[in-house]
């Protein structure tokens, strides 16, 4: 609930968010957050975004490909925010684990943030699954950490698919908390989510009602971003519909079609074109009509994207030296915001 009585945060515009490096990126991802991060610096804010590996520790080694693995997962997220456009120069791209002050600032967050309200976290009980007890305690204070994320950078606005609403939320609720019980109205601004707009929650291909997910243990239920063209024509192709007939006539025969509601969803994102332009073009049409077109406009628009992925993965040297620059930057405004935070709680030689 946002304090009503605080007065409004007068520091700069940030933009701030962040992707585990836990495995290949699909759709979802791309679209629900990668390619607003892409736009998003159009604006005149600054912006900020992380690979979040102390994030993909929360589950066991294996989920997660271990320690041999984390650093070359860490390489990739940084290789695909490059090659989908982030610029290296007008954005800071940096690795969570290389600023030390996102767990300092986690660890006072925890004593800020409320049991209830990490409780009621939906994602915890997704991931935990039946076995809650069994699960890490970072995966519990998951979204603590994550408030640290945004919050050490004091950023205003957070760009993240439908599925981190939740999250989002307690991030402002522990900011006004913090501000409130350290009697401090104006230090963290309430970050704002920025969710809206095509993109926000892209659906399994195999299940409309479940979200696109890296660990869904179907391949086929996802387009990932290293897909070759014939792989995503493929997948498209064995994409589950429904036996109610062919596209429907206008957007509101998308109801109760979540499949057919999906695949048009990802049409009117990748294309730009609107959901209702979309239905209009194909109305009346079969699958065998629509499913390639929309396989067209997928490889049209992801290609060029593997392509720069690949070869930028061929020089892993030069994404290091992204990364290290993006750490000096990032830990340049951190730092004395942390400093600030310690001399709030009243620290010994802060
Ligand atoms: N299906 C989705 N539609 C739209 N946005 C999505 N995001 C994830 N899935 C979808 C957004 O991608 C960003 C980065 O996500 P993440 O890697 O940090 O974690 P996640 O949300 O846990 O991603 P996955 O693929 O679902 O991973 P698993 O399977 O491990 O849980 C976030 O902004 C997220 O909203």
């Known amino acids: 609930m946002t304090d009503t009585t605080a007065p409004a945060y007068s520091g700069p515009k940030r933009i701030f968010s962040g992707i585990q490096p836990t495995g290949n990126l699909h759709l979802g991802n791309y679209l629900g957050a990668l390619k607003k991060f892409v736009d998003l610096q159009a604006t005149e804010w600054e912006t900020i975004y992380c690979v979040v590996d102390q994030h993909a520790i929360t589950q066991a080694p294996d989920v997660w490909g271990g320690p041999e693995l984390l650093a070359s997962y860490t390489r990739q997220i940084a290789a695909a925010y490059l090659a989908a456009g982030i610029d290296p120069k007008r954005s800071i791209i940096f690795a969570q684990s290389a600023v030390r002050e996102h767990t300092e600032l986690a660890w006072v967050f925890n004593c ?192 060029p994207i593997t392509a720069r992925y690949r070869e930028i993965m061929d020089d892993p040297a030069e994404v290091d030296r992204v990364l290290r620059d993006g750490a000096d930057r990032a830990r340049a405004i951190a730092a004395p915001i942390m400093d600030e935070v310690r001399r709030t709680v009243g620290f010994w030689g802060a």
């Open 112 to 303: 800020v943030a409320r049991m209830g309200w990490v409780e009621r976290m939906t994602q915890f009980k997704d991931k935990a699954g039946k076995d809650a007890e069994r699960a890490s305690v970072g995966l519990f204070t998951y979204p603590v950490l994550m408030a640290a994320d945004i919050l050490l950078y004091k950023a205003t606005h957070v760009p993240v698919g439908d599925d981190q609403k939740q999250h989002l939320e307690l991030s402002r609720d522990i900011a006004e908390r913090f501000n409130r019980d350290f009697n401090v109205p104006d230090f963290f601004p309430v970050p704002e989510p920025l969710i809206k707009g095509p993109g926000a929650r892209i659906m399994s291909l195999k299940d409309g009602t479940k979200k696109m997910s890296k660990s869904d243990p179907s391949d086929l239920s996802r387009i990932n971003l290293v897909d070759d063209s014939d792989t995503i024509a493929k997948k498209i192709k064995k994409a589950t519909t429904d036996p109610l007939g062919p596209m429907p006539e206008d957007v509101k025969g998308l109801e109760g079609r979540p499949e057919v509601e999906n695949l048009v969803g990802i049409y009117s994102a990748v294309s730009g074109e609107s959901v209702e332009a979309v239905v209009a073009k194909y109305a009346g049409q079969g699958f065998g009509v629509f499913k390639p077109a929309l396989a067209e406009v997928m490889v049209a628009h992801l290609a």
